[in-house]
Protein backbone atom coordinates (compact mmCIF):
# COMPACT_ATOMS: atom_id res chain seq x y z
CA UNK A 1 0.00 0.00 0.00
CA UNK A 2 1.39 3.32 -1.03
CA UNK A 3 0.14 6.74 0.68
CA UNK A 4 -3.24 6.67 1.80
CA UNK A 5 -3.61 10.11 0.11
CA UNK A 6 -2.14 11.93 -2.99
CA UNK A 7 -3.32 15.12 -4.09
CA UNK A 8 -1.27 16.63 -6.93
CA UNK A 9 -2.55 19.71 -8.53
CA UNK A 10 -6.47 20.00 -7.62
CA UNK A 11 -8.04 22.58 -9.04
CA UNK A 12 -12.15 22.34 -8.56
CA UNK A 13 -14.49 25.46 -10.29
CA UNK A 14 -18.32 25.93 -9.80
CA UNK A 15 -19.92 28.38 -11.00
CA UNK A 16 -16.94 30.09 -12.83
CA UNK A 17 -15.20 30.54 -9.11
CA UNK A 18 -12.37 28.75 -8.20
CA UNK A 19 -13.01 27.25 -5.24
CA UNK A 20 -9.65 24.99 -4.87
CA UNK A 21 -6.68 25.63 -6.83
CA UNK A 22 -3.46 24.23 -7.08
CA UNK A 23 -3.26 21.89 -4.22
CA UNK A 24 -1.31 20.02 -3.59
CA UNK A 25 -1.53 17.12 -0.24
CA UNK A 26 0.32 13.72 0.79
CA UNK A 27 -0.73 12.17 3.84
CA UNK A 28 1.41 9.14 5.06
CA UNK A 29 0.33 6.22 6.94
CA UNK A 30 -0.73 5.86 10.28
CA UNK A 31 -1.85 9.43 10.92
CA UNK A 32 -4.10 11.70 12.54
CA UNK A 33 -4.61 15.04 10.53
CA UNK A 34 -6.21 17.77 11.50
CA UNK A 35 -7.56 20.12 8.18
CA UNK A 36 -8.09 23.63 9.55
CA UNK A 37 -9.37 26.56 7.93
CA UNK A 38 -12.10 29.53 8.06
CA UNK A 39 -15.65 28.69 7.20
CA UNK A 40 -16.04 28.60 2.90
CA UNK A 41 -12.10 27.93 2.94
CA UNK A 42 -12.97 24.58 1.05
CA UNK A 43 -12.15 21.85 3.41
CA UNK A 44 -15.81 20.02 2.82
CA UNK A 45 -15.37 20.56 -1.01
CA UNK A 46 -11.72 19.06 -0.65
CA UNK A 47 -13.09 15.53 1.30
CA UNK A 48 -16.25 15.67 -0.89
CA UNK A 49 -13.38 15.47 -3.73
CA UNK A 50 -11.08 13.03 -2.22
CA UNK A 51 -14.21 10.74 -1.58
CA UNK A 52 -15.52 10.57 -5.30
CA UNK A 53 -18.62 12.54 -4.79
CA UNK A 54 -17.78 16.25 -6.21
CA UNK A 55 -16.99 16.10 -9.85
CA UNK A 56 -15.85 17.86 -12.46
CA UNK A 57 -12.11 18.85 -11.02
CA UNK A 58 -8.48 18.50 -12.39
CA UNK A 59 -5.09 17.22 -10.85
CA UNK A 60 -5.30 13.69 -9.11
CA UNK A 61 -6.23 12.19 -6.58
CA UNK A 62 -5.28 8.79 -5.18
CA UNK A 63 -6.41 7.16 -1.71
CA UNK A 64 -4.28 3.91 -1.21
CA UNK A 65 -2.57 4.48 -4.41
CA UNK A 66 -6.00 4.51 -6.44
CA UNK A 67 -7.32 6.96 -8.74
CA UNK A 68 -10.48 5.53 -9.30
CA UNK A 69 -12.93 6.44 -8.01
CA UNK A 70 -14.94 3.01 -7.11
CA UNK A 71 -11.08 2.22 -6.08
CA UNK A 72 -10.88 5.28 -4.06
CA UNK A 73 -14.32 4.50 -2.58
CA UNK A 74 -13.47 1.32 -1.04
CA UNK A 75 -10.68 2.40 0.22
CA UNK A 76 -11.40 5.42 2.34
CA UNK A 77 -14.50 6.08 5.07
CA UNK A 78 -16.56 9.13 4.64
CA UNK A 79 -18.65 10.91 7.72
CA UNK A 80 -21.91 10.91 5.61
CA UNK A 81 -25.03 12.90 6.81
CA UNK A 82 -27.22 9.80 6.27
CA UNK A 83 -29.31 11.78 4.33
CA UNK A 84 -29.95 8.98 1.79
CA UNK A 85 -32.54 7.40 4.83
CA UNK A 86 -36.07 8.21 5.86
CA UNK A 87 -36.45 9.37 9.29
CA UNK A 88 -38.39 6.43 10.15
CA UNK A 89 -35.01 4.15 9.73
CA UNK A 90 -34.08 1.87 13.08
CA UNK A 91 -30.35 2.09 13.52
CA UNK A 92 -30.60 -2.01 13.19
CA UNK A 93 -31.75 -1.10 9.32
CA UNK A 94 -28.66 0.91 8.45
CA UNK A 95 -26.06 -1.27 10.02
CA UNK A 96 -27.83 -4.11 7.10
CA UNK A 97 -27.41 -1.26 4.75
CA UNK A 98 -23.61 -1.21 5.66
CA UNK A 99 -23.35 -4.32 5.79
CA UNK A 100 -24.69 -5.66 2.55
CA UNK A 101 -22.59 -2.47 0.65
CA UNK A 102 -19.14 -2.43 2.51
CA UNK A 103 -17.32 -5.31 2.66
CA UNK A 104 -15.08 -3.95 5.20
CA UNK A 105 -17.71 -3.43 7.70
CA UNK A 106 -17.04 -5.07 10.96
CA UNK A 107 -20.47 -5.81 13.04
CA UNK A 108 -18.59 -7.00 16.12
CA UNK A 109 -16.44 -3.47 15.80
CA UNK A 110 -19.91 -1.77 15.10
CA UNK A 111 -21.31 -3.15 18.09
CA UNK A 112 -18.29 -2.15 20.46
CA UNK A 113 -18.73 1.49 19.25
CA UNK A 114 -22.69 1.49 19.41
CA UNK A 115 -22.34 0.52 23.65
CA UNK A 116 -19.58 3.11 23.63
CA UNK A 117 -21.98 5.63 22.00
CA UNK A 118 -24.77 4.34 24.21
CA UNK A 119 -27.18 4.55 21.26
CA UNK A 120 -29.74 1.97 20.90
CA UNK A 121 -30.04 -0.15 17.76
CA UNK A 122 -33.79 -0.53 18.29
CA UNK A 123 -33.77 3.74 17.75
CA UNK A 124 -35.07 5.11 14.92
CA UNK A 125 -33.27 8.43 13.31
CA UNK A 126 -36.48 10.70 13.98
CA UNK A 127 -36.17 9.91 17.80
CA UNK A 128 -32.40 10.91 17.42
CA UNK A 129 -30.98 14.35 18.17
CA UNK A 130 -28.44 15.61 16.19
CA UNK A 131 -25.68 14.69 18.73
CA UNK A 132 -26.58 11.05 19.03
CA UNK A 133 -27.01 11.16 15.23
CA UNK A 134 -23.08 12.16 14.36
CA UNK A 135 -22.52 9.46 17.21
CA UNK A 136 -23.76 7.34 15.01
CA UNK A 137 -22.35 8.23 12.15
CA UNK A 138 -19.03 8.40 13.18
CA UNK A 139 -19.61 4.98 14.66
CA UNK A 140 -20.67 4.28 11.55
CA UNK A 141 -17.48 5.24 9.60
CA UNK A 142 -15.29 3.52 12.19
CA UNK A 143 -16.63 0.44 11.64
CA UNK A 144 -15.13 -0.17 8.61
CA UNK A 145 -11.80 -1.21 8.04
CA UNK A 146 -9.83 1.40 5.42
CA UNK A 147 -6.85 3.06 4.88
CA UNK A 148 -8.13 6.63 4.92
CA UNK A 149 -10.86 8.06 7.27
CA UNK A 150 -12.39 11.57 6.63
CA UNK A 151 -14.42 13.04 8.85
CA UNK A 152 -15.55 16.51 7.96
CA UNK A 153 -17.05 18.33 11.35
CA UNK A 154 -17.98 15.22 13.34
CA UNK A 155 -18.62 16.11 16.99
CA UNK A 156 -20.32 19.96 16.66
CA UNK A 157 -23.78 18.19 18.06
CA UNK A 158 -21.89 16.47 20.95
CA UNK A 159 -21.70 17.25 24.30
CA UNK A 160 -18.63 18.51 25.76
CA UNK A 161 -18.09 15.08 28.15
CA UNK A 162 -18.97 12.94 25.20
CA UNK A 163 -16.87 14.16 22.82
CA UNK A 164 -13.87 14.43 24.68
CA UNK A 165 -14.70 10.88 25.21
CA UNK A 166 -14.58 10.14 21.90
CA UNK A 167 -11.72 12.21 20.84
CA UNK A 168 -9.64 10.18 23.25
CA UNK A 169 -10.61 6.69 21.78
CA UNK A 170 -10.40 7.85 18.38
CA UNK A 171 -7.22 6.35 18.70
CA UNK A 172 -8.25 2.95 19.58
CA UNK A 173 -10.91 2.51 16.88
CA UNK A 174 -8.18 2.77 13.81
CA UNK A 175 -6.15 0.28 12.86
CA UNK A 176 -2.34 0.77 13.22
CA UNK A 177 -1.84 2.18 9.11
CA UNK A 178 -4.75 3.59 8.60
CA UNK A 179 -4.82 8.06 8.47
CA UNK A 180 -7.58 9.94 9.76
CA UNK A 181 -8.43 13.70 8.27
CA UNK A 182 -10.52 15.27 10.55
CA UNK A 183 -11.87 18.82 10.01
CA UNK A 184 -12.67 20.14 13.20
CA UNK A 185 -13.77 23.54 14.82
CA UNK A 186 -12.67 22.11 18.52
CA UNK A 187 -8.57 22.46 18.06
CA UNK A 188 -8.35 22.77 21.37
CA UNK A 189 -9.98 18.82 21.96
CA UNK A 190 -8.23 17.36 18.90
CA UNK A 191 -4.86 18.80 19.46
CA UNK A 192 -4.23 15.82 21.70
CA UNK A 193 -4.64 13.02 19.58
CA UNK A 194 -2.83 15.07 16.24
CA UNK A 195 0.09 14.16 14.51
CA UNK A 196 -0.46 16.95 11.87
CA UNK A 197 -2.04 19.97 11.09
CA UNK A 198 -2.85 21.31 7.56
CA UNK A 199 -4.36 24.58 6.92
CA UNK A 200 -6.31 25.74 3.97
CA UNK A 201 -6.58 29.08 2.96
CA UNK A 202 -6.49 31.05 -0.02
CA UNK A 203 -8.31 27.92 -2.09
CA UNK A 204 -5.03 25.91 -1.26
CA UNK A 205 -3.19 24.18 1.25
CA UNK A 206 -0.51 26.94 2.92
CA UNK A 207 0.20 25.32 5.93
CA UNK A 208 1.08 21.30 6.51
CA UNK A 209 3.10 20.94 10.01
CA UNK A 210 3.70 18.17 12.14
CA UNK A 211 2.67 19.01 15.87
CA UNK A 212 5.71 17.49 16.68
CA UNK A 213 7.44 20.44 15.39
CA UNK A 214 4.73 22.98 15.86
CA UNK A 215 5.33 21.84 19.73
CA UNK A 216 8.75 22.12 19.91
CA UNK A 217 8.20 25.57 19.09
CA UNK A 218 6.56 25.63 22.34
CA UNK A 219 3.09 26.38 20.77
CA UNK A 220 0.42 24.66 21.19
CA UNK A 221 -1.64 23.88 18.04
CA UNK A 222 -4.54 26.13 18.73
CA UNK A 223 -1.87 28.90 19.62
CA UNK A 224 -0.26 27.75 16.42
CA UNK A 225 -3.89 28.00 14.35
CA UNK A 226 -4.53 31.36 15.74
CA UNK A 227 -1.18 32.78 15.71
CA UNK A 228 -0.72 31.55 12.02
CA UNK A 229 -4.27 33.72 11.49
CA UNK A 230 -2.55 36.67 13.35
CA UNK A 231 0.10 36.81 11.02
CA UNK A 232 -1.44 36.68 7.75
CA UNK A 233 -3.96 39.86 9.05
CA UNK A 234 -0.55 41.55 10.17
CA UNK A 235 0.80 41.28 6.48
CA UNK B 1 -15.46 -3.35 -4.21
CA UNK B 2 -19.44 -3.23 -3.71
CA UNK B 3 -20.70 -5.81 -6.45
CA UNK B 4 -23.36 -4.55 -9.03
CA UNK B 5 -25.85 -7.89 -8.20
CA UNK B 6 -26.06 -6.72 -4.13
CA UNK B 7 -26.17 -2.61 -5.15
CA UNK B 8 -29.01 -3.63 -7.27
CA UNK B 9 -30.56 -5.61 -5.15
CA UNK B 10 -30.27 -3.26 -2.44
CA UNK B 11 -31.88 -0.32 -4.73
CA UNK B 12 -34.71 -3.09 -5.05
CA UNK B 13 -35.18 -3.81 -1.36
CA UNK B 14 -35.58 -0.11 -0.58
CA UNK B 15 -37.68 0.91 -3.80
CA UNK B 16 -39.97 -2.32 -3.08
CA UNK B 17 -40.52 -0.94 0.55
CA UNK B 18 -43.78 1.16 -0.25
CA UNK B 19 -44.87 -1.46 -2.64
CA UNK B 20 -46.96 -3.38 -0.30
CA UNK B 21 -48.45 -0.26 1.12
CA UNK B 22 -49.31 0.93 -1.75
CA UNK B 23 -51.32 -2.37 -2.69
CA UNK B 24 -52.87 -2.83 0.69
CA UNK B 25 -54.63 1.10 -0.12
CA UNK B 26 -55.35 -0.13 -3.23
CA UNK B 27 -57.05 -3.16 -2.17
CA UNK B 28 -58.89 -1.70 0.88
CA UNK B 29 -59.63 1.18 -1.30
CA UNK B 30 -61.41 -0.94 -3.20
CA UNK B 31 -62.83 -2.94 -0.53
CA UNK B 32 -64.04 0.64 0.85
CA UNK B 33 -65.76 1.73 -2.40
CA UNK B 34 -67.53 -1.56 -3.11
CA UNK B 35 -68.72 -1.55 0.61
CA UNK B 36 -70.09 1.71 0.01
CA UNK B 37 -71.54 1.04 -3.19
CA UNK B 38 -73.70 -1.81 -2.26
CA UNK B 39 -74.67 -0.27 1.14
CA UNK B 40 -76.10 3.12 -0.57
CA UNK B 41 -77.66 0.47 -3.55
CA UNK B 42 -79.26 -1.41 -0.74
CA UNK B 43 -80.11 1.40 1.67
CA UNK B 44 -80.40 -1.66 4.67
CA UNK B 45 -77.45 -2.99 6.18
CA UNK B 46 -79.90 -6.44 6.69
CA UNK B 47 -80.48 -6.50 3.00
CA UNK B 48 -76.50 -5.50 2.36
CA UNK B 49 -75.65 -8.68 4.32
CA UNK B 50 -78.25 -10.87 2.46
CA UNK B 51 -76.14 -9.99 -0.67
CA UNK B 52 -72.52 -10.22 0.44
CA UNK B 53 -71.59 -12.33 -1.87
CA UNK B 54 -72.06 -9.46 -5.04
CA UNK B 55 -68.82 -7.96 -2.66
CA UNK B 56 -66.40 -9.99 -4.18
CA UNK B 57 -67.23 -9.04 -7.94
CA UNK B 58 -67.64 -5.65 -7.29
CA UNK B 59 -64.58 -5.25 -5.20
CA UNK B 60 -62.67 -7.20 -8.10
CA UNK B 61 -64.33 -4.20 -10.25
CA UNK B 62 -63.15 -1.35 -7.86
CA UNK B 63 -59.51 -3.19 -7.46
CA UNK B 64 -59.08 -2.98 -11.32
CA UNK B 65 -60.61 0.41 -11.79
CA UNK B 66 -58.10 1.89 -9.25
CA UNK B 67 -55.34 -0.12 -10.31
CA UNK B 68 -55.44 2.24 -13.24
CA UNK B 69 -54.34 5.16 -10.53
CA UNK B 70 -52.52 3.49 -8.71
CA UNK B 71 -50.30 2.44 -11.26
CA UNK B 72 -49.55 6.01 -12.36
CA UNK B 73 -49.08 7.03 -9.01
CA UNK B 74 -46.38 4.30 -8.53
CA UNK B 75 -44.88 5.33 -11.27
CA UNK B 76 -44.37 8.92 -10.58
CA UNK B 77 -43.07 7.75 -6.69
CA UNK B 78 -40.83 5.16 -8.07
CA UNK B 79 -39.26 8.19 -10.34
CA UNK B 80 -38.71 10.72 -7.62
CA UNK B 81 -37.33 7.63 -5.67
CA UNK B 82 -34.84 6.87 -8.00
CA UNK B 83 -34.08 10.44 -8.75
CA UNK B 84 -33.16 10.85 -4.91
CA UNK B 85 -31.44 7.64 -4.71
CA UNK B 86 -28.79 9.29 -7.81
CA UNK B 87 -28.81 12.68 -5.50
CA UNK B 88 -27.97 11.28 -2.28
CA UNK B 89 -24.32 11.02 -0.89
CA UNK B 90 -25.32 8.02 1.47
CA UNK B 91 -25.86 6.10 -2.08
CA UNK B 92 -23.26 7.41 -4.19
CA UNK B 93 -20.47 6.85 -1.09
CA UNK B 94 -20.70 3.35 -2.50
CA UNK B 95 -17.48 1.89 -4.10
CA UNK B 96 -18.53 0.99 -7.65
CA UNK B 97 -18.23 3.13 -10.52
CA UNK B 98 -21.20 6.07 -11.63
CA UNK B 99 -21.75 3.36 -14.90
CA UNK B 100 -23.20 0.70 -12.61
CA UNK B 101 -24.52 2.78 -10.02
CA UNK B 102 -26.65 4.57 -12.98
CA UNK B 103 -27.42 1.40 -14.44
CA UNK B 104 -28.52 -0.02 -11.10
CA UNK B 105 -30.48 2.64 -10.04
CA UNK B 106 -32.27 2.62 -13.46
CA UNK B 107 -32.83 -0.65 -13.74
CA UNK B 108 -34.09 -1.49 -10.24
CA UNK B 109 -36.38 1.33 -10.57
CA UNK B 110 -37.89 -0.67 -14.10
CA UNK B 111 -37.84 -3.83 -11.90
CA UNK B 112 -39.57 -2.57 -8.73
CA UNK B 113 -42.57 -1.10 -11.25
CA UNK B 114 -43.15 -4.11 -12.90
CA UNK B 115 -42.99 -6.15 -9.82
CA UNK B 116 -45.97 -4.01 -8.63
CA UNK B 117 -47.54 -4.56 -11.56
CA UNK B 118 -47.16 -8.37 -11.44
CA UNK B 119 -48.16 -7.61 -7.53
CA UNK B 120 -51.59 -6.01 -9.21
CA UNK B 121 -52.25 -8.86 -11.98
CA UNK B 122 -52.29 -11.56 -8.74
CA UNK B 123 -54.34 -10.07 -6.25
CA UNK B 124 -56.63 -8.96 -9.19
CA UNK B 125 -56.65 -13.13 -10.05
CA UNK B 126 -56.84 -14.19 -6.24
CA UNK B 127 -60.42 -11.83 -6.30
CA UNK B 128 -61.33 -13.14 -9.75
CA UNK B 129 -60.83 -16.70 -8.62
CA UNK B 130 -62.78 -16.11 -5.18
CA UNK B 131 -65.33 -14.36 -7.32
CA UNK B 132 -65.83 -17.06 -9.44
CA UNK B 133 -66.35 -19.55 -6.72
CA UNK B 134 -68.22 -17.58 -4.56
CA UNK B 135 -70.94 -15.75 -6.42
CA UNK B 136 -73.01 -17.72 -8.59
CA UNK B 137 -74.36 -15.20 -10.63
CA UNK B 138 -71.01 -14.10 -11.04
CA UNK B 139 -69.94 -17.75 -12.11
CA UNK B 140 -72.92 -18.47 -14.55
CA UNK B 141 -72.22 -15.05 -16.39
CA UNK B 142 -68.46 -15.75 -16.72
CA UNK B 143 -69.10 -18.88 -17.99
CA UNK B 144 -71.73 -17.74 -20.49
CA UNK B 145 -68.75 -14.92 -21.15
CA UNK B 146 -66.63 -17.77 -22.20
CA UNK B 147 -68.85 -19.77 -24.13
CA UNK B 148 -69.68 -16.64 -26.36
CA UNK B 149 -65.97 -15.80 -26.65
CA UNK B 150 -64.27 -17.41 -29.45
CA UNK B 151 -60.70 -17.02 -28.53
CA UNK B 152 -58.31 -16.32 -31.26
CA UNK B 153 -55.01 -17.55 -30.55
CA UNK B 154 -53.47 -16.81 -33.67
CA UNK B 155 -49.79 -16.04 -33.62
CA UNK B 156 -50.21 -12.42 -34.75
CA UNK B 157 -52.61 -11.94 -32.03
CA UNK B 158 -49.89 -13.20 -29.41
CA UNK B 159 -47.26 -10.93 -31.05
CA UNK B 160 -49.39 -8.05 -30.90
CA UNK B 161 -49.88 -8.39 -27.08
CA UNK B 162 -46.63 -9.01 -27.12
CA UNK B 163 -45.38 -5.76 -28.40
CA UNK B 164 -48.03 -3.70 -27.38
CA UNK B 165 -47.14 -4.60 -23.67
CA UNK B 166 -43.28 -4.18 -24.75
CA UNK B 167 -44.46 -0.80 -26.34
CA UNK B 168 -45.98 0.67 -23.03
CA UNK B 169 -43.50 -0.64 -20.36
CA UNK B 170 -40.36 1.52 -23.25
CA UNK B 171 -42.71 4.06 -22.95
CA UNK B 172 -42.16 4.50 -19.31
CA UNK B 173 -38.55 3.49 -19.01
CA UNK B 174 -38.11 6.66 -21.54
CA UNK B 175 -40.64 8.60 -19.41
CA UNK B 176 -37.92 7.86 -16.31
CA UNK B 177 -34.59 8.40 -18.64
CA UNK B 178 -36.16 11.53 -19.63
CA UNK B 179 -36.50 13.17 -16.06
CA UNK B 180 -33.47 11.70 -15.38
CA UNK B 181 -31.82 13.48 -18.42
CA UNK B 182 -33.82 16.77 -16.96
CA UNK B 183 -32.31 16.59 -13.97
CA UNK B 184 -28.81 15.87 -15.08
CA UNK B 185 -28.26 18.65 -17.51
CA UNK B 186 -29.69 21.34 -15.92
CA UNK B 187 -27.42 20.45 -12.94
CA UNK B 188 -24.43 20.54 -15.29
CA UNK B 189 -25.39 23.95 -16.85
CA UNK B 190 -25.90 25.52 -13.56
CA UNK B 191 -22.42 24.17 -12.41
CA UNK B 192 -21.09 26.68 -15.49
CA UNK B 193 -23.40 29.13 -14.98
CA UNK B 194 -21.39 32.37 -13.17
CA UNK B 195 -24.63 32.39 -10.71
CA UNK B 196 -25.09 30.10 -7.84
CA UNK B 197 -28.32 28.05 -8.26
CA UNK B 198 -31.38 28.93 -7.45
CA UNK B 199 -35.05 27.54 -8.08
CA UNK B 200 -36.21 29.83 -10.46
CA UNK B 201 -33.26 29.30 -12.53
CA UNK B 202 -33.53 25.33 -12.48
CA UNK B 203 -36.97 25.89 -13.82
CA UNK B 204 -35.77 28.32 -16.83
CA UNK B 205 -33.65 25.75 -17.61
CA UNK B 206 -36.02 22.69 -17.26
CA UNK B 207 -38.50 24.54 -19.82
CA UNK B 208 -35.46 25.30 -22.05
CA UNK B 209 -34.25 21.65 -22.11
CA UNK B 210 -37.76 20.77 -22.95
CA UNK B 211 -37.76 22.98 -25.78
CA UNK B 212 -34.44 21.43 -27.29
CA UNK B 213 -35.34 17.48 -26.86
CA UNK B 214 -38.43 18.74 -28.53
CA UNK B 215 -36.87 20.38 -31.47
CA UNK B 216 -34.42 17.93 -31.07
CA UNK B 217 -36.53 14.86 -31.28
CA UNK B 218 -38.71 16.09 -34.47
CA UNK B 219 -35.46 16.90 -36.06
CA UNK B 220 -33.83 13.62 -35.01
CA UNK B 221 -37.32 11.46 -36.00
CA UNK B 222 -37.20 12.88 -39.79
CA UNK B 223 -33.33 11.77 -40.24
CA UNK B 224 -33.14 8.90 -38.35
CA UNK B 225 -36.20 7.19 -38.38
CA UNK B 226 -37.35 7.69 -41.60
CA UNK B 227 -33.69 7.55 -43.27
CA UNK B 228 -31.79 5.61 -41.36
CA UNK B 229 -33.79 3.40 -39.48
CA UNK B 230 -35.68 2.05 -41.89
CA UNK B 231 -33.05 1.40 -44.41
CA UNK B 232 -31.35 -0.63 -42.07
CA UNK B 233 -34.73 -3.04 -40.92
CA UNK B 234 -35.00 -3.17 -44.70
CA UNK B 235 -31.93 -4.31 -45.10
CA UNK B 236 -31.99 -6.70 -42.14
CA UNK B 237 -35.29 -8.06 -43.33
CA UNK B 238 -36.74 -7.08 -40.04
CA UNK B 239 -40.17 -5.75 -40.89
CA UNK B 240 -42.84 -6.73 -39.37
CA UNK B 241 -44.36 -10.28 -40.90
CA UNK B 242 -47.97 -9.04 -40.16
CA UNK B 243 -49.60 -5.96 -41.05
CA UNK B 244 -48.59 -4.26 -37.82
CA UNK B 245 -46.17 -1.71 -37.65
CA UNK B 246 -45.55 -1.80 -33.66
CA UNK B 247 -42.49 -4.17 -34.01
CA UNK B 248 -40.84 -1.24 -36.35
CA UNK B 249 -41.93 1.32 -33.43
CA UNK B 250 -40.63 -0.80 -30.60
CA UNK B 251 -36.94 -0.66 -31.92
CA UNK B 252 -36.91 2.91 -32.57
CA UNK B 253 -38.08 3.40 -28.49
CA UNK B 254 -35.46 1.00 -27.89
CA UNK B 255 -32.61 2.77 -29.84
CA UNK B 256 -33.79 5.85 -28.45
CA UNK B 257 -33.53 4.82 -25.14
CA UNK B 258 -30.30 3.46 -25.35
CA UNK B 259 -28.97 6.75 -26.36
CA UNK B 260 -30.82 8.78 -23.93
CA UNK B 261 -29.22 5.81 -21.18
CA UNK B 262 -25.45 6.46 -22.67
CA UNK B 263 -26.02 10.16 -22.92
CA UNK B 264 -27.30 10.12 -19.42
CA UNK B 265 -24.34 8.09 -17.95
CA UNK B 266 -22.66 10.14 -19.71
CA UNK B 267 -23.60 13.06 -17.86
CA UNK B 268 -23.93 11.48 -14.19
CA UNK B 269 -20.50 9.97 -14.18
CA UNK B 270 -19.18 13.45 -14.98
CA UNK B 271 -21.14 16.13 -13.73
CA UNK B 272 -23.82 15.03 -11.36
CA UNK B 273 -22.68 15.23 -7.70
CA UNK B 274 -24.37 13.99 -4.71
CA UNK B 275 -25.86 16.25 -1.97
Redesign the interface.
Known amino acids: MGNPLEITDLVYKKNQKKIITDLNLTLKPGKIVALLGENGAGKTTLMRIISGVAKNYRGTVKVASFAKEADRKAHLSFTDGLTGFANSTKINDIVKFYQILYHDFSLKQFEQLRKFMNLDSDMRLSEMSKGMKEKLVIALTFSRKTDLYLLDEPFSGIDAMARKKIIKSIILWKQEKSTILVSDHFVNEIAAVLDEVVIIKNKTVCMHKSTEAIRADNQSVEEFYESFYQREEDE | ?2 SFK ?2 F ?2 FFVEKAKNVYSFLIIQTVGALAFSVFGLLIGTGKISEFLNSYTELLPDWLMGFCLLGVFFVIFFFIYIIVKNE ?2 NH ?11 EKFYIANSLSTFATFVYFIILNIIVAGILLIASFFMDKAFRSSCERMFKQFRPNFELNTIRFIFDITLLILLCCFFISLLISFLNFSSKAI ?8 SGLIVKILHIFIVIIIAWFFTKVEKIFVDQVLGSLLNFLNLNPAYNNSLPYVNVIVVVVNLIVFVINIFLF ?7
Open positions: MTSLGRKISQTWRLTAISDMDYLPIASKHFFEAK
